[in-house]
């Protein structure tokens, strides 16, 4: 494919979301292109320029086409990075912020018709090679909200955390990334007291203010389920404009929370979804849908955001026997397993081969 053929297929694949001219770009010639944009003036005799009449139209709408970059053809094209992609994806009703007329809301964020198509191509390319042509994966759609005891089990509840500093007048920021940021040292597996200890030690602070301490904020959306419960409130306060005394102060006998990833009904559902389906092991369960993450602080773009949709797929099998499915890494992964017994042990999977095995355990 010639550089202006290929020119011509990266903007059609973007602009129309065609699968497949998408299908005929790859990842090196993308990297190659966007190169040689940024790197080759636009003169006459390059393949990507058009001599232009200001005082005419070049097409029967009277607009110039522009580049990925977002700039016209009659000037050289600014740096790829960033803030271009999204000015871009804006421009041409890609992905925009949410409710931007009402100010927005950081972290969210809407997709147009293009959008919604390029989305679609995606979702579709992998559902075809995942679900469509394998006999032993199959789908489901699960609900956002599930019973909160799967996620007090599946450690979410407690552990699904991330460290956060505040200042004096109330600020807030991840403590990893300002410690990564600002020291440019890692926080793997420091406690929160570790990493104020480091801030103090360093004398840091974060816009100005002083940092008064670190604590952990869970990432999960809670939210209640019917009316809510009230606490210490005498029925006598209750009124016809509001019987449930909606403000007070309620109890969490009804928090629940917008599921942080998929996997976990897959996890609730898989023994009854190789039921019905008369699936035996190895098998594989996908699903595809929105999961939502109460990010300290979104950032570039849709890579870090609050709502974003997700494509998981849980595969079982079982360990004591070939799986032809998995690769040599796979193979050697190490996982801990706490069995019935009680017993917590750290084992690779290439290990239990021709072992009888207790299933009588979680992992």
Same mark, same amino acid.
């Given at each position: 494919?010639?550089?202006?053929?290929?020119?011509?297929?990266?903007?059609?694949?973007?602009?129309?979301?065609?699968?497949?001219?998408?299908?005929?770009?790859?990842?090196?010639?993308?990297?190659?292109?966007?190169?040689? *944009?940024?790197? $080759?003036? &636009?003169?006459?005799?390059?393949?990507? !320029?058009? =001599?232009?009449?200001?005082?005419?139209?070049? /097409?029967?709408?009277?607009?110039?086409?522009?580049?990925?970059?977002?700039?016209?053809?009659?000037?050289?094209?600014?740096?790829?990075?960033?803030?271009?992609?999204?000015?871009?994806?804006?421009?041409?009703?890609?992905?925009?912020?949410?409710?931007?007329?009402?100010?927005?809301?950081?972290?969210?964020?809407?997709?147009?018709?293009?959008?919604?198509?390029?989305?679609?191509?995606?979702?579709?390319?992998?559902?075809?090679?995942?679900?469509?042509?394998?006999?032993?994966?199959?789908?489901?759609?699960?609900?956002?909200?599930?019973?909160?005891?799967?996620?007090?089990?599946?450690?979410?509840?407690?552990?699904?955390?991330?460290?956060?500093?505040?200042?004096?007048?109330?600020?807030?920021?991840?403590?990893?990334?300002? *410690?990564?940021? $600002?020291? &440019?040292?890692?926080?793997?597996?420091? !406690?929160? =007291?570790?990493?104020?200890?480091?801030?103090? /030690?360093?004398?840091?602070?974060?816009?100005?203010?002083?940092?008064?301490?670190?604590?952990?904020?869970?990432?999960?959306?809670?939210?209640?389920?019917?009316?809510?419960?009230?606490?210490?409130?005498?029925?006598?306060?209750?009124?016809?404009?509001?019987?449930?005394?909606?403000?007070?102060?309620?109890?969490?006998?009804?928090?629940?929370?917008?599921?942080?990833?998929?996997?976990?009904?897959?996890?609730?559902?898989?023994?009854?979804?190789?039921?019905?389906?008369?699936?035996?092991?190895?098998?594989?369960?996908?699903?595809?849908?929105?999961?939502?993450?109460?990010?300290?602080?979104?950032?570039?773009?849709?890579?870090?955001?609050?709502?974003?949709?997700?494509?998981?797929?849980?595969?079982?099998?079982?360990?004591?026997?070939?799986?032809?499915?998995?690769?040599?890494?796979?193979?050697?992964?190490?996982?801990?397993?706490?069995?019935?017994?009680?017993?917590?042990?750290?084992?690779?999977?290439?290990?239990?081969?021709?072992?009888?095995?207790?299933?009588?355990?979680?992992?």
């Amino acid at each position: 494919m010639s550089d202006k053929e290929f020119t011509n297929a990266l903007n059609n694949a973007i602009i129309d979301s065609h699968p497949t001219l998408l299908e005929q770009l790859n990842e090196s010639q993308m990297i190659e292109h966007l190169q040689k *944009l940024q790197n $080759t003036p &636009n003169t006459p005799n390059t393949p990507n !320029t058009q =001599e232009i009449n200001p005082s005419s139209d070049t /097409s029967s709408t009277g607009q110039r086409r522009r580049s990925l970059t977002g700039a016209t053809s009659s000037t050289t094209p600014p740096s790829f990075n960033i803030d271009t992609l999204v000015g871009f994806c804006k421009e041409k009703g890609f992905i925009f912020p949410s409710s931007e007329i009402y100010g927005g809301i950081k972290g969210f964020f809407d997709y147009g018709h293009y959008g919604v198509q390029l989305k679609r191509n995606i979702i579709d390319a992998y559902f075809s090679f995942f679900v469509t042509k394998r006999e032993n994966i199959i789908s489901q759609d699960g609900s956002i909200i599930s019973n909160p005891n799967v996620w007090k089990a599946s450690g979410h509840v407690d552990k699904f955390n991330d460290p956060i500093l505040i200042t004096r007048s109330n600020l807030k920021y991840r403590a990893d990334h300002f *410690l990564e940021e $600002t020291m &440019n040292i890692s926080t793997e597996g420091m !406690t929160n =007291e570790k990493i104020f200890e480091i801030i103090q /030690s360093n004398n840091l602070k974060y816009g100005g203010d002083d940092i008064v301490s670190v604590e952990h904020m869970n990432l999960m959306f809670a939210s209640q389920t019917g009316a809510p419960s009230v606490s210490s409130v005498s029925s006598a306060s209750s009124t016809s404009l509001n019987p449930y005394n909606v403000g007070k102060t309620q109890s969490n006998d009804n928090t629940v929370y917008l599921r942080p990833e998929t996997c976990q009904n897959i996890f609730c559902n898989a023994k009854y979804l190789a039921n019905v389906n008369r699936l035996s092991l190895p098998f594989g369960i996908t699903q595809i849908g929105k999961v939502f993450r109460n990010e300290i602080a979104p950032k570039n773009f849709i890579f870090r955001c609050r709502e974003f949709e997700q494509m998981e797929m849980e595969y079982f099998f079982n360990p004591s026997t070939e799986c032809i499915e998995l690769s040599a890494k796979h193979k050697t992964f190490g996982i801990e397993c706490k069995f019935a017994n009680g017993i917590t042990q750290f084992v690779e999977l290439n290990t239990l081969l021709g072992k009888n095995i207790d299933f009588d355990h979680h992992v």
